[in-house]
């Protein structure tokens, strides 16, 4: 059987990135059989699919290509021209990103991260030339038209592409992702090498998401506001790329000296960050998954977050779940993180073995066997 993959988000360095580059060489360990071929395509970051070729290892081929993302979205989400053939080759099956959706003369499985697109259509303004809520939108439509099968990444995701798109709930298989196994607690010396890197004095509380409103970072330093009240030395984190809507952002360090904001960093910087936390905050509004919740629990560190969509399934008994929308709600739950660490971290630890990306490639691959059979 010969496996298409779009493999184009790899170059984002979003959660979707990392889902899409740890499934792929997963599943390039554990299948011997089939062939892949590796579709890619970005007008500049083309090193980086250099790169992950370096990476990974088995029966593949890559094909990658310049073309401008403006043009592949209107020839394949607007007017839903030219096969994905014409750049592959002849294949049995073609999975999709969740960018694009390429017309196919085989079947295609696509896997939906989140319905933001649906709950959240103020986060999708215009950006750089692409109108995001109308593409995201007309790729949707074409899976729902043409998609064999469907991966949701969560059963919160799978009620949501139920309510929103009307997919029959058959066609829908739920498959959760994993921590990279990069995120393991590291030494004392690493977090504290890496506390000097980003200059980071005293004991912190971590906050690790795409700085936007979804990610609720208004009552994280609302709550943290009142935690200083008793714990003057405590220092605030707050790790990921700028998003959209947060133009005050920039004020933050001007009003509070004890919030750090690092934007993105590498994930070996993010491990010991990770482990020399007391806390990791998480109380975002909405996730199709969540990710960073268990790359905190794999590193130790004790979980807050929220109490709706995807996260509680994530986080299972191992985070104190909270209310979002609550700025005492995320308070006293920090509370209760700091009083109870030891046994949140072994729940933690726990936690985390229930997913492994090794269990999400073979449920992948049963599902490419069921849709081509």
């Known amino acids: 059987m010969k496996i298409g993959i779009d493999i184009s988000q ?3 360095g979003t959660g979707v990135s990392e889902y899409t580059k740890s499934l792929v060489k997963t599943l390039l360990e554990i299948d011997k059989e089939n062939e892949y071929i590796l579709f890619g395509s970005s007008l500049r970051q083309q090193p980086i699919f250099s790169k992950y070729h370096d990476t990974v290892h088995g029966n593949y081929s890559l094909r990658t290509y310049s073309f401008p993302p403006l043009v592949l979205e209107w020839l394949w989400n607007r007017l839903h021209i030219i096969s994905i053939e014409k750049l592959t080759g002849k294949i049995d099956l073609f999975h999709t990103s969740d960018w694009l959706e390429p017309p196919a003369k085989c079947p295609k499985v696509t896997t939906i991260h989140d319905l933001t697109v649906f709950k959240y259509p103020e986060a999708f303004a215009p950006k750089g030339g692409h109108n995001i809520l109308t593409n995201v939108e007309k790729k949707l439509q074409w899976v729902k038209k043409e998609s064999a099968a469907v991966i949701a990444v969560s059963n919160s995701t799978k009620r949501d592409i139920i309510e929103f798109l009307k997919i029959p709930e058959e066609k829908i298989k739920v498959i959760y992702e994993a921590a990279s196994e990069k995120f393991q607690r590291t030494t004392e010396d690493k977090s504290t ?3 000097k890197k980003y200059k980071i004095e005293g004991e912190y509380l971590l906050s690790v998401s795409t700085l936007e409103p979804r990610k609720n970072l208004k009552r994280i330093i609302e709550s943290f506001k009142i935690l200083r009240q008793k714990e003057r030395d405590l ?11 947060n133009e005050k952002m920039s004020n933050v360090k001007c009003q509070m000296s004890n919030v750090k904001i690092l ?6 910087d993010l491990a010991g960050l990770y482990s020399g936390a007391k806390a990791f905050i998480y109380p975002s509004l909405y996730e199709g998954f969540g990710l960073p919740i268990l790359e905190a629990m794999s590193c130790g560190c004790p979980v807050v977050t929220s109490n709706v969509s995807s ?3 994530v986080a299972g008994e191992a985070a104190v779940l909270i209310n979002p929308l609550s700025v005492e709600s995320i308070t006293e739950g920090i509370k209760i993180a700091l009083k ?6 072994k729940k933690g630890y726990d936690q985390v073995k229930k997913f ?6 073979q449920e992948t691959l049963k599902v490419y066997e069921e849709v081509v059979e």
């Open 340 to 345: 109870n660490r030891r046994d949140l971290i």
């Open 311 to 313: 996260m509680p399934e």
């Open 10 to 12: 790899i170059i984002y």
């Open 263 to 268: 934007g993105y960093i590498e994930k070996e």
């Open 356 to 361: 492994s990306w090794e269990k999400c490639a």
């Open 193 to 195: 090498q890496v506390k």
């Open 235 to 245: 220092v605030l984190v707050l790790v990921g790329k700028y998003g959209w809507g």
